[in-house]
């Protein structure tokens, strides 16, 4: 097995930042009434990802992930190919994919999860979870 085992873990979070827009005319009154407004992205998006690890200073190898994805709401799905790339090791391509969603609990706290798998042909299946919370000052 390869040490990088431990950047196979997912890293994308919960998502909702505001969007903002600059422009010339009433300028303060358009950005603050915009970036107050959640941005809702559903439909389909691109999801290139490099993961890599270290155990100590001992470089483990990386993960390159080129998934295409669907979200909607706090909801997202995608997957596609993946290239594991082993420290003095063979590279390998496989797939992998994740699904997670994120929901607001409280005001100012967010909770989401995340469950994710990779597949390449000489390696067992990997699984992940993430579970977790934002809480906004």
């Not at 992998?96 to 042909?121: C, I, M, R, W």
Request: proline share 5%; charged share 20%; glycine share 16%.
């Amino acid at each position: 097995a390869c040490a990088c085992a431990s950047a196979r873990a997912p890293l994308r979070g919960p998502s909702g930042s505001g969007r903002l827009s600059f422009a010339t005319s009433n300028g303060g009154a358009r950005i603050r009434r915009r970036a107050a407004a959640p941005a809702l992205a559903d439909g389909v998006y691109v999801n290139p990802e490099y993961n890599a690890g270290w155990s100590g200073s001992d470089f483990g190898g990386g993960v390159l992930d080129a998934h295409v994805g669907y979200e909607t709401g706090a909801f997202y799905i995608q997957g596609g190919p993946s290239v594991l790339m082993p420290d003095g090791g063979e590279a390998e391509t496989g797939f992998s994919a994740k699904t997670g969603v994120s929901a607001p609990v409280a005001e100012k706290l967010d909770v989401y999860g995340e469950v994710s798998f990779a597949k390449y042909d000489d390696l067992d299946a990997n699984y992940g979870l993430k579970v977790g919370g934002k809480y906004k000052f």
